[in-house]
């Protein structure tokens, strides 16, 4: 894969990954704030039933009970709070309710009435529920919610205020010569009592553990992080599709670019930019250019013509590209003339490889033409060379070489 396709790869990789996180966190969040919502949502339509229940008892027991009492078939201080305490009522429907919960291996809540004064001493209000309960009487808010953390466990609390006084809550707590006697001999009479009619006495609350919810929440939120994750891995094959079809293309351009038509080697393109960058930092190593020509080839174009030629071009590369080394380079930089640069460790090195290339083409017998033979001009790279002064002494030795009789290795060391 081309480098820059690469970089571009690796950059929409990681991008994703950084929106992938940044969505399962805030998909995280929203999960949770939706499992909080409903969960409220729930413990305030227990709370309105448990209010329903409130009014009815005051709106449709009681009068019956009061009724009875004023013909005279029950007896006027009589007082059970099974039937005439709708706090009494209400905690041990919600036990039951709990004992339901715990037989389907549901996580029990927490069910209280918080008041200032209560009967009952399961029902005194601890400093923050006084707090709220200030609030609801003074009708700032008609309703509370927390979320809490106790002991490592999250619990969501829920609050909204009993139904106001009404006139038949006064028989039982304006004051205790009003009450019945039998609810003055249980409860005593202090507790309970001294209220008005519009006041809000206490506030029911309920607290649920948000384990088994969280639990839920977090199995629909591994299955949502799945999906998006295939998602997102789908996406990234297909931006990976069509990266590596634009590399393959970048390829066919880079060829064209840097490689020769007919010959599939090095053009002179290439050639140039690399002899501009020829240097001498190897100390132990020469760095060797070799300037090869086929000898007589304009009469080959003219007795066998240009397409017979090109022939002679492509197996002259074949030949020499099958005898240079993997660290060597080959070029085409002209009509007939190629190219070399080679690493060689001394001159001697550097003769005898252009000696086996020239032999190489020489016992090679090319399609309609027979055998011919190549001009090759050496030169190595000095420290104060340049890289046309390089190319101009090569040159210069090739030809030398073609003027003493071609089929020759000509050495030009310096100018």
């Known amino acids: 894969m081309a480098v820059a396709n690469t970089k571009l790869l690796l950059k929409t990789f990681v991008l994703m990954g950084v929106v992938y996180i940044f969505v399962l966190l805030s998909a995280y969040s929203m999960f949770k704030s939706y499992a909080l919502e409903e969960n409220q949502a729930k413990l305030q339509d227990l709370i309105m039933h448990n209010k329903a229940l409130h009014t009815y008892v005051e709106e449709q027991l009681k009068p019956v009970i009061y009724a009875l009492k004023d013909q005279g078939n029950i007896d006027k201080d009589f007082f059970d709070p099974k039937l005439l305490s709708f706090t009494y009522m209400s905690r041990n429907i919600m036990q039951e309710y709990n004992k339901q919960r715990s ?11 918080a008041s200032n004064n209560p009967r009952n001493p399961l029902n005194q209000a601890n400093a923050h529920e006084l707090q709220i309960l200030k609030e609801f009487s003074t009708n700032k808010r008609d309703k509370h919610h927390e979320h809490m953390l106790t002991n ?15 006139e038949s809550c006064m028989q039982c707590h304006s004051a205790p010569q009003k009450a019945p006697k039998s ?38 939120f591994k299955l949502f992080a799945s999906i998006l994750l295939i998602l997102l891995l789908i996406v990234f094959g297909i931006i990976f599709y069509f990266i590596k079809q634009l590399d393959h293309k970048d ?10 038509a007919l010959t599939k080697i090095y053009n002179r393109h290439v050639f140039n930019e690399d002899l501009e960058n020829m240097n001498n930092q190897r100390k132990s190593i020469g760095q060797y250019l070799m300037i090869i020509d086929i000898d007589y ?39 007939e003339e190629f190219a070399i640069f080679s690493l060689q460790n001394t001159l001697e090195d550097a003769i005898e490889f252009a000696q086996r290339l020239r032999n190489e083409v020489k016992m090679f017998s090319f399609e309609k033409v027979g ?28 030809y030398n070489a073609k003027n003493t009789g071609r089929d020759k290795v000509n050495v030009l060391l310096d100018s």
């Open 371 to 398: 055998f011919l033979s190549v001009s090759i001009g050496i030169t190595i790279l000095n420290a104060h060379d340049t890289g046309s002064k390089f190319f101009e002494r090569a040159d210069r030795a090739l």
């Open 152 to 166: 490592n466990h999250e619990y969501i609390f829920y609050a909204m205020p009993v139904t106001t006084n009404v």
């Open 103 to 113: 037989a389907n291996k549901i996580e029990e809540i927490h069910y209280k009435f």
């Open 251 to 260: 390829a066919k351009l880079l060829e064209q670019a840097n490689k020769d």
């Open 297 to 335: 080839f304009k009469s080959v174009n003219d007795t066998f013509g240009h397409a017979t030629g090109d022939i002679v071009l492509v197996q002259l590369s074949e030949i020499i590209s099958k005898n240079i080394r993997e660290h060597d380079k080959f070029y085409r930089i002209g009509g």
């Open 183 to 220: 609810l003055v001999e249980q409860y005593g009479d202090k507790a309970g009592f001294y209220e008005k009619v519009g006041d809000i006495r206490a506030f029911v609350s309920v607290t649920m553990p948000l384990e088994t919810e969280f639990i839920k929440m977090r199995r629909m």
